[in-house]
Each structure stands twice: as structure tokens, then as C-alpha cells.
């Protein structure tokens, strides 16, 4: 791939390379400077705290649609004023602004500010197409201002000490640099799908814009480039994760690999020299040289590799103190990035990064962005324009442990159905639409996104609503369980749909205050603290809820479904109520002697089908549970675990209590705590009345049975 059509070739400043340039604050400008910031996301936070540390800058105001979002930044760094945009900004009369917004808004807010009179400082990239690029630089020139760009990843403090290490020779000639780049991002939460999303290359837009510049500052400008991309589906929404691409500089060549998939995560850079090589590790913030030493090549690299063994095990400690301590700061390349801006600016010196250098950035970014935007908008295009399948029921889920159950139920009746999946289902699982049984058709996408959870409502009559999310982020929890609940429940709604049966859990049900012995109904309280318990037990209590409140307040036709612990051929390795899995081992909470709220998988099905024609159940809920007793070590036996351990109760919350106190140092949530070790209790014992009453049910199968039947001897 040739250059792109107007990218300059100038070099980076070498005087910016060394990583102990001096401070401004030992010289202080005679004129305080004015800054603010537009967009209050958490990129912000790292541009406030570098610009609060500098003793020459005052913070004046911070703009962002989000009044709330906008008012807390404010809060935690002192910053004045709060504005919804830039027009209300220019009461604050800011010498700087820092555009922090999403790429596509870069070019309209700069060209804003600029005009304003202000210095922009932008984050990356400097926009989405060279053609917004050159807008920028014309009102920059034009209004006779300074624009830079936020390439924070070249002011980080080992890749600065590898920049003044091959500027000084120590590594001969650059011929190659490798980068090296996995992630993963928040995950969308639901709701409108946010525009990047849309973008075939939205992974690669945001961070290969740092492999080309970080190529670019050892090699020299850039002069080709080949570009390659695949999808590996774990995130269909993502569609593009993985990225390669290899370029082609002054000095030397070069290669990228940037993954959503691999793990542990890297952000490494591999710098190749005639006469040395450096390995730069940003996340742990070691840059090891490696040489030629005098003498036996064999003997030189067992030296090298020792010396460079021992210093990694003293650097990386030793970071772990700088962090701790406040010397190094979170993110320290966005910091001396901002902070090296400023200092310039004082000085009266050419910016860091230059307008040139942020336009070759994003030129390179756009050009070999093209082909994947191009597939993903084809995709999109085709999925709504596809003509869908008569279909009566709709199930949500349906690629789950239950929701293959349920699917394979109702594949022996002729009723067309339907499915709204993520992604394809397993070959010749009971969602697949080959295999044997009535008409079976799919409507892929995220039961977050309102416009696809409608589209699969199209024609339907009666609808399980299986869907939420299992494990990941608190966002993935949103995304499926929350935002996928209402968009189900407006749906339905709109549709006129005869029937909701929604399927939610026990464990909205308070069970740290559970009374041992007292009878569980519909009725029993729920869960109090329902953050102390997780994102799985927050998200269910609200998707209940809104389905609920629908029905009272709207006239939702729903049934909402209780099951206790669903269990069957396929769920063998899913710990029973009271057992962590740690490390492939089973510990089991007390002596394990708690009854268990089974059921098994298909009398779990009989309930939801008999909640979808009972008139009786509309707008209640119903617990299913086998009134069987089984208790935990009934259970283990039954599964023949080899590794199961008992833990006395105090010792787990002693435990838990130290991993609390460890998550306070740290500041992070934690996945063990004192309350999440009292609501280990299972709920025991049931009382059935409405499930007889209101659906008519009674196990089938029955706990005994299907423990057999899981666990065949």
C-alpha cells in the first residue's frame, strides 16, 4: 500500500526523545495558563490530573453532555465550572482546550475552539480522515493558534528511555520494530449502538494509530504499509479483532499485532538493531537491553539473559512501589504527554507532537481502515434487509444450557420459531436450523440493541425471554440482562405479543437473612444489598422488576419464572449452591449438610410451558423447585467430584475479610466478601402453592431421578 495522498515527511523533533527533560515549574512563565476540557470520560480524568499538577495551570471548566459525568471530574479535581458545550466555555475565557470526546466529534470541537481563540490539545487520533485533519491545521494556521495531538504512548517513560537509547547508538542501526498490542474494552452496555460499532476497522482506529506513530518515531516516516484483519466471533459486535499489518520505513521495516483475544494482555515494542536489541514492556514499565558481548556467542547470551533476568526482578517490585507510592502515575504517557505540552507551550516552543505528525497518523489509520468498514457496513446492510422467516415464538437465550433444553422442546411441535443469538450456535445442537424438528430461524445481535430486539419481535405471538448475561463486566451485565430485559418488555409491548414468560432467578431473593426453617414464597423478601452481592444478582433484581412494573402499569400479558438450581446432563461441572470452584477444586462452604433448591432441567420446561397458556399466572411470579430433599453432600456423591474440599464458614470469612481489606489498600471491588460468604446459604424450604395453583406443575422427572440421569453410574 502506498502512502496516502498529502502526508508530509517530517521527522520527529529529536529534542523531544529524552525521557529527563526538564519541568517547566523550575522556570515558571510570567503569565498563568488557562485550561479546560471538553468531554469528561475516563481519559479525562489523566489529562485534569496532569494539568492539576502543574503549579502555572489553572483548570477553568469542563464541558460534557453529560451534566452528571461533567460535575463529578469537577468535583474530584477542583475544577470550577461545568458546561453542557463550548459556547457556554467561553465565559471562562480558557487559554487551552482539550478535546477528550469520541474521534468522530474531534474535528467539528478543534476547528470550535480554534476559533475561539484557544490552543486545542486533542486526543488521539486526531480525527477519523485526513480530509477532517487538514480542517483542523487550516483553522489552526488561519486563526494563528497551536494544535496538538494527545500520541501518548511515545511519551511513556521506557519507550522515551528506548527513544534516547537508540538515538545515543546504543543499538547500532534500527532495522525492524515489532509492536505488540492485545486489549479489551468496557463492553457495550445497551441501547442505541453506539456509532464505532459500526465501523468494521472501530478496534484498529483506536490503537494502531499508536503502532504507526511508534513506527514512525524509530524508523522514520512511514512508506508502505500491508494491512490484514480477521473476526474470531467472541465479540460479534467488535466483528474485526485482530489486526496485522507490516510497514515498511526509512530506516527499517516493521510489524504490528494488535488482538482483542490474546491474553495475558501486552503493550510491548520489540526494537531490532545491528548492534543490540531493546524490549520495551509499558505495562510493566521495563525496557531490557539486549548485545553482542566479547566471547562465545553462547556464553554472551546466558549472560545477557541473567543480567537481564535480575533486573527485571528488581525493576518490576520496584515499580510496583513507584505506583503505589504516586511516582509513577496511572497511564504515565498521557501524563508527561500533556504535561511536555505545556511546558512547550510556555516556552514558547514548537508542540511535542505536530499537526503534521497527528494527519500521517490518521492518514495511514483511514487508508487501511477502508476495506474492513466497508465489509461491516455490507453486513449491516444485508442483515436488515433480510427478508425473515414466519415465526409464532420468539425465545431469547436460546443457545444456553436451559435455553437448548427449551428450543429442543419446542422444535417437536410445528410451530415455526425463532431466535435472537450473538452468534451461530454449535453445529447440530438443538438451535442449529438444520437440525431435525419444526422451522427454525435466527436474528443475530444483542438483545442490548433495541432496533435488533425489535426486528426479532416482528410476527410473534408468545416470547421466552431466557437471555442475560452469566459472567464478564459490570457492562456485559447491562448490556444483557438489564437494557436486554427492556428492550424485550417494550417490544412486546409495541408488538401486541399474547404472552411474555420470563425467566428470572432465586438469587434476587435475600439470603443472607434467610431464616433456616422458614418456608420460601413468592413473597419472601428480596435482596437488600443487592451490590454487596454482584452484577449477576443487581441486573436480574431490576429485569425483574421492569417486567413486573409492565404488568402492573401497562398490561404486559407476563409470568415471571423463579427456577431453583437447574441441573441435567450438560451442567455436570456447575458447583451447587454453597460450593466455590477455585482452581478446578470444589470447597464447600460448612459440613454440607444444606438442602438444595434443585430442579431438574425438564420439569424446569414443563413450568415455562405451562406458564405460556395459564391465564392464572399473568402479572405473578412463581418459584419452580423440587420438594424433594437433597442435600450438598447427597449432590457431591452423586457427581463423584475428586477434588472437593469443606472450609469451615469462620475461615471463609476470615478470608473474605482479608481480601476486603485488600481491595481497600487497592481500591478495587473484590470477588469474595463477608456478605457474599452469608448468602452462600441455599434457600430451603419451598413453599409450591402457587406453582400447583396458578400453572398446575409438578416435578416430573423429580431430583432423584435426575440426578441419575446427570450422574449415571
Not at 483548570?59 to 468535583?75: E, L, N, P
Not at 456478605?675 to 446459604?681: D, H, P, T
Request: net charge positive.
Amino acid at each position: 500500500m502506498v502512502p496516502p495522498n498529502q502526508v508530509h515527511s517530517e521527522q520527529v523533533q529529536p529534542s523531544r526523545l529524552e525521557p529527563d527533560r526538564a519541568r517547566a515549574d523550575a522556570d515558571q512563565p510570567s503569565r498563568r495558563i488557562r485550561a479546560a476540557a471538553v468531554g469528561a470520560g475516563y481519559v479525562a480524568n489523566h489529562h485534569l490530573r496532569a494539568l492539576r499538577d502543574l503549579p502555572f495551570v489553572d483548570i477553568v471548566g469542563i464541558a460534557d453532555r453529560d451534566a452528571t459525568r461533567a460535575a463529578q471530574a469537577a468535583a474530584k479535581f477542583g475544577v470550577p465550572a461545568v458546561f453542557r458545550n463550548l459556547a457556554e466555555m467561553r465565559a471562562a475565557r480558557p487559554d487551552v482546550i482539550h478535546v477528550l470526546t469520541p474521534p468522530a466529534s474531534h474535528c467539528a470541537l478543534a476547528v470550535e475552539a480554534l476559533e475561539m481563540g484557544c490552543h486545542v490539545f486533542v486526543e488521539k487520533p486526531m480525527a477519523e480522515t485526513a480530509e477532517e485533519c487538514d480542517r483542523m491545521i487550516a483553522a489552526a494556521l488561519g486563526n494563528g493558534r497551536i494544535l496538538s495531538i494527545g500520541h501518548s504512548a511515545r511519551f511513556d517513560p521506557v519507550v522515551l528511555r528506548a527513544a534516547a537509547m537508540a538515538k545515543r547508538g546504543a543499538l547500532g542501526d534500527v532495522i525492524a520494530v515489532h509492536f505488540l498490542r492485545s486489549s479489551d474494552y468496557p463492553p457495550y452496555a445497551g441501547g442505541p449502538l453506539p456509532a464505532p460499532y459500526r465501523q468494521g476497522s472501530y478496534p484498529f482506529r483506536d490503537l494502531g494509530v499508536h503502532g504507526f506513530y511508534l513506527m514512525e518515531l524509530f524508523l522514520g516516516p512511514l512508506e508502505d504499509m500491508r494491512v490484514s484483519y480477521g473476526e474470531s466471533g467472541r465479540d460479534p459486535l467488535l466483528t474485526f479483532d485482530e489486526w496485522r499489518a507490516e510497514v515498511r520505513g526509512r530506516t527499517g521495516s516493521g510489524y504490528m499485532f494488535l488482538s482483542w483475544n490474546s491474553r495475558p494482555i501486552q503493550n510491548e515494542l520489540l526494537i531490532h538493531g545491528t548492534r543490540g536489541f531493546l524490549h520495551v514492556d509499558c505495562f510493566l514499565q521495563t525496557c531490557q537491553l539486549s548485545r553482542t558481548l566479547p566471547g562465545p556467542k553462547q556464553i554472551g547470551m546466558v549472560v545477557e539473559g541473567t543480567l537481564n533476568a535480575i533486573g527485571k526482578s528488581f525493576a518490576v517490585p520496584w515499580n510496583m512501589v513507584r505506583f503505589a507510592s504516586g511516582r509513577l502515575k496511572p497511564s504515565p504517557g498521557i501524563y508527561r504527554g500533556v504535561q511536555d505540552f505545556y511546558c512547550a507551550l510556555a516556552a514558547g516552543e514548537e508542540p511535542p507532537v505536530s499537526m503534521e505528525e497527528g494527519r500521517r497518523a490518521v492518514a495511514w489509520v483511514a487508508h487501511a481502515s477502508q476495506e474492513a468498514d466497508r465489509e461491516k457496513a455490507d453486513r449491516l446492510a444485508s442483515a436488515a434487509a433480510e427478508r425473515l422467516a414466519p415465526a409464532r415464538i420468539l425465545v431469547t437465550g436460546g443457545s444456553g444450557f436451559l435455553g437448548r433444553a427449551l428450543v429442543e422442546r419446542l422444535r417437536r411441535n410445528p410451530d415455526p420459531l425463532r431466535l435472537l443469538l450473538r452468534r451461530p450456535p454449535r453445529p447440530g445442537s438443538s438451535a442449529d436450523p438444520t437440525a431435525s424438528g419444526a422451522p427454525l430461524s435466527i436474528v443475530y445481535g444483542s438483545l442490548g440493541q433495541p432496533d435488533v430486539v425489535d426486528r426479532a419481535m416482528t410476527g410473534v405471538d408468545l416470547v421466552f425471554h431466557l437471555g442475560a448475561a452469566m459472567k464478564g463486566p459490570k457492562g456485559e451485565f447491562q448490556q444483557g440482562t438489564v437494557w436486554g430485559t427492556r428492550n424485550i418488555v417494550e417490544a412486546c409491548l409495541r408488538h401486541q405479543v399474547r404472552r411474555l414468560v420470563y425467566v428470572s432467578s432465586l438469587g434476587v431473593l435475600d439470603h443472607a437473612g434467610h431464616v433456616s426453617g422458614d418456608p420460601v414464597t413468592e413473597t419472601s423478601p428480596l435482596e437488600p444489598f443487592p451490590e454487596r452481592r454482584g452484577a449477576y444478582t443487581q441486573t436480574k433484581l431490576e429485569a425483574e422488576r421492569i417486567v413486573l412494573d409492565a404488568a402492573a402499569r401497562q398490561g404486559l400479558p407476563a409470568v415471571a419464572i423463579r427456577p431453583g438450581q437447574i441441573f441435567g446432563p450438560g451442567a455436570e461441572d456447575v458447583t451447587p449452591n454453597g460450593v466455590i470452584a477455585i482452581a478446578g477444586r470444589w470447597i464447600v462452604a460448612g459440613r454440607g449438610k444444606r438442602k438444595l433448591p434443585l430442579i431438574y432441567v425438564d420439569d424446569v420446561i414443563d413450568g415455562l410451558l405451562q406458564a405460556a397458556e395459564n391465564d392464572a399466572a399473568l402479572g405473578r411470579i412463581v418459584n419452580l423447585v423440587d420438594p424433594t430433599p437433597v442435600d450438598q453432600n447427597q449432590y457431591l456423591a452423586a457427581c463423584r467430584r475428586k477434588k472437593v474440599m469443606r472450609m469451615p464458614v469462620w475461615l471463609l470469612m476470615t478470608l473474605a475479610y482479608l481480601v476486603e481489606l485488600l481491595g481497600k489498600i487497592l481500591r478495587r471491588g473484590v470477588p469474595l466478601s463477608r456478605y457474599r460468604v452469608r448468602s452462600l446459604q441455599p434457600l430451603y424450604p419451598f413453599d409450591l402453592t402457587a406453582a400447583a395453583t396458578l400453572l398446575n406443575w409438578r416435578p416430573r422427572v423429580g431430583a432423584q431421578e435426575g440426578l441419575r440421569r446427570t450422574f449415571p453410574a
